[in-house]
Structures are given as C-alpha cells and as structure tokens.
C-alpha cells in the first residue's frame, strides 16, 4: 500500500490539478522528502549527542484537512471529517511550506556551526520549497503571512540552533510524509467519486 502511494504521488497528476506542470509538481514533493530525509542523516546537524525523539509541527491543520473522507464509522478519531476540500488541503499544504522556508531562511541567518556545510545541507530543501510554491501553488489560495506562526526565535549558541533545527526537521520529515500522502489522495481523484 505504502509502495502504491509513493507510485501515485511520483506518477499521478499532483497538487494542483490546474497547473501545467503536474509531472514536475509530483517530482518536487517526492523531492522534498528526500532532501528533508538527507538532512535528517547528516552529522553536521543532527549529529549523535542531539538525543531526542521530540518533533514539533506546524500544526494539525494540514493532517485535518488533507484526511480522506470517511464514509464509514471507524475506530480512528482522524478520519471524522465528512467531506474533503482540495482547496483547503492544498492552502495548508502551502503555509507548511511558507513556515519550514521561514524557519530554515531564519537559521541560515544565526552563528552556525559549520556554514561550510550547513548551508550546502540546507539550500537544497529551501530551493525545492520556493520551486513548489512558485510552480504548484494554486494563485487562488492567497498569501499567507509565514511570520505569523514562525517558529520560535534562534539563539546565539550554534549548539542549541542545531538541536531545535535538527528537531523541527524530524517535523518537516512527518509533515512531507503527510504531504505526499495527500498528493497521491489528490492525484487518484478517489475524493471526487
């Protein structure tokens, strides 16, 4: 199963379905996860004396809204939603991209450990997220101001920056989990049925 959902959100029409580059969207969100997961194995960020299985998230929004429609009673308290909106999906979709590209733009600003590495290790993740939201972002969702919900303020410690990115970035991975998953939901167009 989790195999099929990979295959549809690498091969299906992604998010959204009016853009003309629909085959370039899908690679980007299966980029993105895979830039997250190579940070996430670096030792110049998450390195071995960072112990903690902590990840904070955005918010629930994104799970909220991106949940396939449940048309029967089951046991899981996700799935209580009636109805699924792409619109609403894709919206917050887009501000989890606007608060991970805030958050990674802020860090690349404080006293890093190694910049040598650190901003090679990062760049990519911010230039697939300015690539989404530039190519596969509806215009019709409007703007929404990142500053708003950015994460919290970085320090001057290098050592203490590293362990909340390292931290928040086990987030970005569970989110880009989430955000593939509900491309390949929007991509199979079961919703529409």
Not at 29 to 43: P, T
Not at 49 to 70: D, F, N, Q
Not at 120 to 147: A, Q, Y
Not at 163 to 170: F, G, I, L, N, V
């Amino acid at each position: 199963m989790l195999m099929l959902l990979g295959w549809r959100t690498s091969t299906g029409l992604p998010l959204p379905p009016s853009a003309n580059n629909s085959a370039q969207c899908a690679s980007l969100f299966r980029s993105l996860l895979l830039s997250v997961k190579e940070v996430l194995k670096s030792e110049d960020l998450c390195f071995s004396l960072i112990k903690s299985s902590e990840m904070p998230l955005r918010s629930s929004e994104t799970v909220r809204t991106c949940s396939p429609a449940s048309t029967q009673s089951s046991g899981c308290s996700t799935l209580i939603n009636s109805s699924f909106s792409e619109n609403e999906c894709v919206m917050n979709i887009m501000r989890d991209l606007a608060y991970y590209r805030t958050a990674i733009e802020t860090y690349l600003k404080t006293p890093l450990h190694r910049p040598e590495t650190e901003i090679p290790l990062l760049s990519p993740t911010l230039g697939i997220i300015r690539d989404l939201r530039e190519n596969c972002s509806p215009k019709e969702t409007g703007e929404h101001n990142p500053s708003e919900d950015a994460p919290g303020r970085w320090g001057n410690t290098s050592y203490a920056n590293r362990q909340k990115m390292c931290k928040m970035m086990r987030g970005f991975h569970v989110r880009a989990i989430t955000i593939n998953r509900a491309v390949g939901y929007i991509s199979s167009g079961d919703f529409r049925k």
